[in-house]
């Protein structure tokens, strides 16, 4: 599929600043390996519009998505700037949290090896590393159903995130959402390793150890999102990530 642009003087200084942050995000997927071909999908509210919001175009790979090739959908799936198709359970999944959270701007969606081992495990996300901990509370869970694009499905999505910002998908994978896209790729990443582990931890058949209670509570304290408030170690974080991306490749900003 030939990659096509929408012209950047049909877009306002902040919605390109959010497509620049969006596109290097589909980067960052790439440089950690969390990519699925092309058949995940990380999405951005349009800034100062409640209903729309921009997402990877349909087949291609994003290595090759950059700042004007997104898409900008409306929650009825109208594609309102773009010339791609846009992945319909991608669709009903962004939309769907978007909907049910004003508070949101950024929602990452992965299908990654642990990630979606973790989302088999009836035991969920286990407390056995600082990682996890972190984020323990913050963390929903969605029972699967193929039908991702069925109405009511989508309302499901949306109670079942309820005020939280992470979710296990059963069966399917992992989903992280912020106001801000540094907040929820540190989410991600946080996720991510703290799948890692797990995966690893118990594939080793050692009795396993959990923190004492009174560290958990700390760790809970520590880890907790804040609305509006994007937390020091994604701001910290996400300039360092744009660093090491600008040295290796800035195609992404096109």
């Known amino acids: 599929m030939a990659e096509s642009s929408v012209p950047v003087k049909d877009i306002s200084e902040e919605e390109w600043e959010t497509r620049v942050q969006l596109a290097a995000c589909y980067r960052l997927f790439v440089r950690f390996g969390w990519t699925d071909l092309i058949f995940t999908h990380l999405s951005a509210r349009v800034p100062g519009i409640k209903d729309q919001y921009l997402i990877n175009p349909y087949g291609l790979l994003f290595e090759e998505i950059t700042a004007s090739s997104l898409l900008k959908v409306d929650f009825d ?27 949101v701007n950024a929602v990452f969606h992965s299908h990654t ?14 407390p056995l590393t600082q990682q996890a901990n972190e984020i323990m509370p913050n ?25 939280k910002h992470i979710m296990i998908m059963h069966n399917h994978g992992l989903l992280t959402c912020a106001s801000t896209m540094p907040e929820a790729f540190y ?14 931890a118990l594939a080793s ?50």
């Open 139 to 163: 963390v929903a869970y969605h029972e699967y159903d193929i039908a991702v694009g069925d109405d009511d499905e989508c309302e499901r999505i949306g109670r079942d995130l309820h005020d």
């Open 205 to 254: 058949g050692q009795e396993l150890l959990e923190p004492k209670q009174k560290a958990l509570k700390l760790f809970a304290d520590y880890g907790r999102v804040r609305t509006h408030s994007p937390s020091r170690s994604s701001q910290l974080a996400w300039p360092a990530l744009m660093r090491m991306l600008d040295s290796q490749d800035q195609s992404y900003k096109q």
């Open 187 to 200: 989410l991600l990443y946080t996720l991510e390793n703290a799948c890692k582990v797990q995966v690893d």
């Open 77 to 103: 799936g109208n594609v309102v700037a773009g010339e791609h198709p846009f992945n319909d359970a991608g669709h009903a999944i962004h939309s769907a949290v978007l909907k049910a959270r004003p508070d």
């Open 113 to 126: 090896r642990a990630g979606m081992a973790v989302s088999t495990m009836k035991c969920g996300l286990l």
